[in-house]
């Protein structure tokens, strides 16, 4: 059984949808899953609907309907006309203006996760009711019923022993053998709706892999495969062929977005292989990540990660930076939900760069002073090289100012403005 993911640049338009069934129609021999995100750019468009609502806005019902026009659109052209749009998208409109005519409850974050999940579960509709309207036949499942979390919206965390028995219930490959759900999103037990956090449909599809013992898991994406740089910002990126699910989790946690950080722990816990294919020329094999047991060769590869800040601590009363600074430093960080991705100390300065919150960075360095002085820059970049050079070091901080920096066998980590 294998595990496809496509996301929403795939689904983007009816074009899309129609190359997503074709790349489907070439397994349709195998057990099949897939995973699908909301289409294009529509989680941007319910984050603004989700915020419009809960403030009340009177944009709301002129965003809801760009939301249902975009969809309307696509499907015309999928099924011959706005007459045509399959029964289960037009009840999910329906259940979508029903939520934004009751006036919303004071805690964001819910209300967010019970708006949210439309992208996906109307994307996932549509793509099964094309793959039925050419003969592929498949079966629709709302995961929500069977990817059990717990209640933290936006953010949540599955709950692995309920999932994994519902999952095991729901896929079973008897009578169906393609399924058709939603990436991204899962609900606690007592059925309310949850988010796994933004672009986690490739975790979705790495937990349904790791819970249905796949044999692999296909992440379908608009670059070749997994490049050395991001193509949008370098042109000279080459493709790595083969990676270690420990490389590619480096490389993940220090910021490259082309596959969710989450997605390898369950696929490395049950040696399932990972390949990021394009669907725009699917036939090469893109990358392959996997246990490596022989050695690789080594291009470096660099990850810049933006939004960053450098917080600097230094005791008031001029005395040395101890383990109790540190762990204090650290509990603060923690209160404050801060992610930190460096930490350097010297003798009387602890120093940590962290991703800059959305909110509120003032008031928790005001908290943070309380204790201890506290210096802060902005607006800085991570650079993180795997596998550096001299030469590559220079060519990437040239026009830039250092402010820290750090290197290991392995990995070159320099924040710069
Ligand atoms: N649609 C969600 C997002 O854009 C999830 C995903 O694409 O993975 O964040
Ligand atoms: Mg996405």
Redesign the pocket.
Known sequence: MKVFKF??ASVKDAAGVRNVSKIISEYKDNDLVVVV??MGK??NLLETLVKAHFNSWDETFGIFEEFKQFHIDISSDLFGGPDNVPAPVMSLFAEVEKKLKQPPSLLFDFEYDQIICF??LISSQILSSYLESIHLSNRWIDIRASLRTDDKFREASVNWKWTEMLIQNTFQFSEHHMYITQ??IGSTVTNLTTSLG?????FTAAILASLLNAESVTIWKDVPGVLNADPKVFTDTVLLKELSYREAIEMTYSGAQVI?PKTMKPLYNKSIPLYVRSFVHPEPQGTIIHHVDHTLELTPVYIVKGNQVLLTFSPYDFSFITSDDIARVFSMMSKHNLKVNMVQQSAIDLSLLVDAPELGLETMVLDMRKDYEVKYNTGLRLITIRHYTNEKIEELTRDSKIYIEQYSRRTAKIAVK
């Open positions: 996301g929403g995100s909301a529509t989680t992208g996906e990436g991204f933004r672009e986690g449909s490739d969710h």
